[in-house]
């Protein structure tokens, strides 16, 4: 019974670094810093984008800086959601800053 029980305890360690990061590509928080200038007001268009790429949003911080809007934004979601929004931030010419 000790034997199976240590066999068990083996396996569940050896499967825990995969489901790990199984979960990491399920579920990642990252925090996006966009540029853009106060004319273009982007943050409804933002929103939208975040709704069609699946994932989830919320406004951390909104600054002016002259005619430069910065928006702080924290954003969960899976893997390849982030990359379908990060490739649309890099093609919109209205965007002059972009960080994550």
């Known amino acids: 019974a000790s034997a199976a029980a240590s066999i068990l305890i083996l396996v569940v360690l050896a ?12 579920n990642q928080s990252r925090t996006y810093l966009i540029h853009c200038l106060v004319a273009d007001d982007l943050r409804i268009e933002l929103e939208t984008l975040f709704r069609s790429c ?41 965007v002059r800053r972009f960080e994550y």
């Open 15 to 26: 499967l825990l670094p995969y489901l790990e990061a199984r979960i990491d590509r399920w």
């Open 54 to 94: 699946h994932l989830r949003y919320n406004l951390n911080s909104q600054v002016k800086e002259g005619t430069v809007l910065i928006l702080t934004w924290i954003v969960q979601g899976r893997a390849k959601n982030h990359d379908e929004f990060i490739q649309a931030m890099l093609n919109d010419e209205r």
